[in-house]
């Protein structure tokens, strides 16, 4: 069975870093689409970034430049490094996982960040 956990989530100034991390149990996750995603309260789930099994990575515009991912795949682990944080970064951020052909979706429980001076 397919669980993901995620994990370094906390509050953080403006500008500050952050990374977070997806573990993976059950499938490995090179072989699988992953994505983080991030809703703030009120507001609709939104694709952060996306890793394909071939490797290309997708970002939401926003993001672009701020924020890296990236997978270990000795650690079963996708990580999102999140630079020059802002206040709208605010939300709980949550891994999802794929399987090829679009077959099964997973969700991890998420892990909040909060980026406040």
């Known amino acids: 069975q397919v669980q993901l956990v995620e994990s370094g989530g906390g509050l953080v100034q403006p500008g500050g870093s952050l990374r977070l991390s997806c573990t993976a149990s059950?499938?490995?996750?090179?072989?699988?689409?992953v994505g983080w995603y991030r809703q703030a309260p009120g507001k609709p789930r939104l694709m952060v970034a996306q890793?394909?099994?071939?490797?290309?990575?997708n970002y939401r515009e926003d993001v672009k430049g701020r924020f890296t991912i990236s997978s270990d795949d000795d650690k079963n682990v996708v990580y999102l490094e999140m630079n020059s944080l802002k206040v709208e970064d605010s939300a709980v951020y949550s891994c999802?996982?794929?399987?090829?052909?679009?077959?099964?979706?997973?969700w991890g429980p998420g892990t909040q960040v909060t980026v406040t001076s």
């Open positions: 890793v394909t099994r071939t490797g290309n990575k």
């Open positions: 999802n996982l794929v399987t090829p052909g679009g077959m099964r979706s997973y």
């Open positions: 059950g499938t490995t996750v090179s072989q699988n689409l």
